[in-house]
């Protein structure tokens, strides 16, 4: 009897591991094309967007509006790491992943054990390229692939970890910290490809797109955003903006001199991928400086929507939604590709939540402009966007005089300019649900007076050039909103306000339920349909991370980051000012500092055991 | 241009054997201010200083910011602000430094800008870098040190100083001299 039991115990326990070895296999092979067949089990969350398609939508379903009320901490994690945590860990079988703010720690957390360290990587890196990190030292998280695990450093060092020993498989040096080109992107893998973007656009980089081979780190291609065709990758005659071919040296055109060199196109954002179109698409950012005089012409491709072949890197089409920017209204934020009909016929599209305060939809297939509307009321340096396809400024902003900070001139200072530099909406992604067919949108309310001055550029040092003051948007005291929108007819369906802005990455779900975090620390639990809060949470710290969820042994948790930092970290923690609001409202908005401190801990929740 | 960074150092050192002399009167004078009394008594072209010939700020009974002060404020928020917040508030990591004026005197701010700071520890990494061959601060080190000053008396309030002294002509010579 005993025998026999000890037999079949032995037979099942083999039945059992061998169970284990499949899934550890198929989970090790899970890199290159498998990972567009991985990213479709919802239990995992195997990149930082959670899909190729930036949708964040989750069709996890236990956790539903009538339940949500009931959400409780399941355990905890603290990351040991004071500074702003942004994006959100991955989860791969029995096992999460978490990255850290520099000095870019990643855990391996077991998840059958409380979040038990499995292992725990930490670089060695030169603590020298902390004062170059704009904006504090954040990082956006890891991507996985091919067994392996994808870390890129402040210090552009991008590392290549085996998932499950944490041991570095490849190591290779993407850019150069000593003139201010640093890593805070989280990277991702397409196929055979780790795409990584680099950081920098207030050092005067020259920004780039780059792919690296999975399993040796060897690059493959690197697209910059700003230079000679060449450097570009584009063709001349097949590369389109606006369905026309964009011609020999269209960013060379668009620049006095040698000032593309140092002139920016930051590729600091999120990137997204279509694997039946074969195109990949991500944002650049700021022309350098931040001061329009010193750069004449459109500064061409930065603040570019990117289409481009993975395996070539070249671009198919190209849109540039600010052109000489003279805001800071960096265009890296998240592309989201749905799919959606417009008058009775399904659209590939592209949804994108700009800086600049405008919502794009476009055709992903062939870069048409199909809908650009403002997505805060409070909007005001451009009047609209050109939509009229015979005009030749089609596509561009109608800029209004007072509010441009080129018209105005350098030493003047540009009052009342909405949205302020940190945008309607910054790298925190939105999220879409194909249930309401809504996206879901984290947003800041802050205007600005913006004083561009002459600035000389010293390699690795703050090229900048301008003075500005952010303040509330008029009419009001709350420094942020959630908003439900309408892609297709580029309305807001409904809006939350809060007090600070929204910095935390958005998440939806099966269940209807639409998940944000606060700069005061709260995780919020809104109904998809209404926006109806149907719960809350106050976490150890502001989240400047994104929610996402997962399911494991059956059940499904919903995770988030907290640690306040980040531009919001530096804007908010003082409080902010209106400087023409008279000196009765002088400190009448309150400090961030006030409601939350430094800390790295990430929060697991989950629905109580029945 | 490297000379002209170079005389601006040797600027900074010469003040510096002065240091003892100016920090020891200023803790007689002023608790809140390292550099000691802020009170100007000298103007050359436009620019202020106190009894020891620190760099120092004017203010006019109608709240009128002379010249430097206004400088250093936009140059405070263009090269200093992501890292020390607006208004030399601090930020979620930098210090506020219109509190660290009240310990740092002229002479010891001068050299934290140009040579750095690190404070690096297992909870913390906290790095300032050398800006001493950055010319949109170094250019500027007076009139910057100038804001804070005010900022940290509480002689200047949050904000951009709403009306400032006319731009001094000795100003733009010496802007285009050092910015090159």
């Given amino acids: 009897m005993r025998r026999s039991s000890w037999g079949l115990g032995l037979t099942a326990a083999a039945f059992l591991l061998s169970a284990l070895m499949v ?25 930082p967007t959670i899909t190729y398609d930036n949708q964040r939508y989750s069709t996890l379903d236990q956790i539903t509006a009538e339940n949500v009320g009931k959400l409780q901490a399941a355990w905890t994690f603290s990351t040991g790491v004071l500074r702003g945590h942004e994006g959100a860990p991955l989860v791969i079988g029995d096992v ?100 990584v973007g680099v950081s920098g656009g207030e050092f005067g980089v020259q920004g780039w797109l780059a792919a690296y081979s999975i399993s040796d780190g060897k690059q493959v291609w690197r697209a910059y955003s700003v230079g000679p065709d060449s450097d570009l990758l584009v063709d001349p005659e097949k590369t389109t903006m606006h369905g026309k071919p964009i011609g020999a040296d269209s960013s060379l055109k668009t620049w006095q001199g040698d000032q593309w060199k140092i002139g920016g196109g930051a590729t600091w954002g999120w990137y997204s991928y279509d694997p039946k179109l074969n195109l990949i698409y991500y944002g650049t950012g700021n022309p350098s400086t931040w001061n329009p005089k010193q750069r004449p012409g459109d500064n061409r491709w930065s603040m570019t929507i990117f289409a481009r072949d993975p395996d070539t890197g ?251 930092g980040g531009w919001a970290g530096i804007g908010l923690a003082a409080g902010l000012t209106d400087p023409h609001a008279g000196l009765g409202a002088a400190g009448g908005y309150a400090a961030l500092s006030n409601f939350t401190a430094l800390g790295g801990t990430l929060t697991v929740f989950a629905l109580p055991s029945s | 241009m490297n000379r002209t960074l170079c005389a601006a150092a040797v600027l900074a050192a010469g003040l510096c054997l002065s240091a003892g002399l100016c920090l020891s009167a200023g803790l007689a004078y002023a608790i809140d201010d390292a550099s000691g009394d802020p009170t100007a008594v000298k103007s050359v072209d436009g620019k202020w200083f106190d009894k020891d010939g620190h760099p120092t700020f004017k203010i006019e009974e109608d709240g009128t910011v002379d010249w430097y002060t206004y400088v250093g404020f936009t140059r405070y928020s263009a090269n200093c602000l992501r890292c020390h917040g607006p208004d030399g508030l601090g930020s979620s990591y930098g210090p506020a430094l219109a509190d660290s004026l009240k310990r740092l005197d002229y002479v010891r701010f001068t050299a934290t800008v140009a040579a750095g700071r690190q404070n690096v520890s297992a909870s913390q990494d906290l790095v300032m870098p050398s800006l001493g061959n950055n010319k949109n601060v170094m250019c500027y080190i007076g009139a910057i040190y100038t804001y804070l000053r005010a900022r940290a008396d509480g002689a200047v309030g949050r904000g951009r100083p709403e009306k400032h002294a006319p731009k001094p002509a000795a100003f733009t010579e010496a802007e285009d001299k050092c910015m090159g």
């Fill in chain 1, 23 to 47: 899934k550890a296999a198929t989970a090790q092979n899970a890199g290159s094309d498998d990972l567009v067949k991985a990213q479709s089990n919802a239990a995992n969350v195997v990149m």
């Fill in chain 1, 96 to 195: 999460m992943y978490l990255h850290t703010p520099f000095p870019n720690i990643v855990y391996a957390l077991d998840l059958n054990n409380d979040g038990k360290i499995l292992w725990k990587y930490q670089p060695s890196q030169d603590a020298s390229v902390v004062p170059v990190m704009c904006c504090d030292t954040v990082n956006r998280g890891l991507a996985y692939g091919d067994g392996k695990i994808f870390l890129h450093q402040a210090d552009t060092t991008l590392v290549a970890l085996d998932a499950k020993t944490g041991k570095p498989v490849w190591s290779i040096k993407t850019g150069n910290p000593g003139k201010g080109e640093t890593g805070t992107s989280a990277p991702m893998v397409v196929k055979d490809k780790v795409l």
């Fill in chain 1, 314 to 564: 070249i671009a198919k089409w190209v849109y540039q939604m600010t052109p000489h920017d003279e805001w800071d209204y960096d265009g890296v934020n998240e592309m989201i590709l749905v799919d959606q009909p417009i008058n009775g016929q399904t659209r590939h599209l592209l949804v994108h939540f700009d800086r600049n305060g405008f919502g794009y939809t476009l055709d992903r297939a062939t870069g048409e402009l199909l809908v650009a509307e403002k997505f805060d009321p409070a909007v005001n340096w451009a009047t609209k966007v050109d939509m009229d396809k015979s005009s030749p400024t089609f596509g561009r902003p109608e800029v209004v005089a007072k509010y441009s900070t080129e018209h105005n001139g350098e030493d003047t200072n540009s009052e009342g300019v909405c949205p302020a530099a940190l945008g309607t909406k910054d790298e925190q992604p939105a999220a879409f649900s194909p249930d309401t067919g809504l996206f879901y949108v984290p947003t800041n309310h802050v205007c600005m007076d913006y004083e561009p001055f002459r600035v000389s550029y010293t390699a690795g040092q703050p090229y900048v050039g301008a003075t500005l003051s952010m303040y509330p948007a008029p009419g009001g005291t709350n420094m942020g909103n959630f908003i439900a929108w309408d892609a297709r007819a580029g309305k807001i369906v409904w809006s939350l306000p809060e007090q600070f802005s929204v910095w935390s990455g958005a998440l939806a779900t099966k269940g209807g339920v639409v998940f944000y975090g606060t700069l005061e620390g709260y995780l919020k639990a809104v109904d998809a349909k209404t926006g109806k809060e149907l719960y809350k949470f106050k976490t150890p710290s502001g989240i400047i991370g994104n929610v996402m969820t997962y399911e494991h042994n059956g059940k499904q948790y919903v995770a988030v980051l907290s640690g306040v």
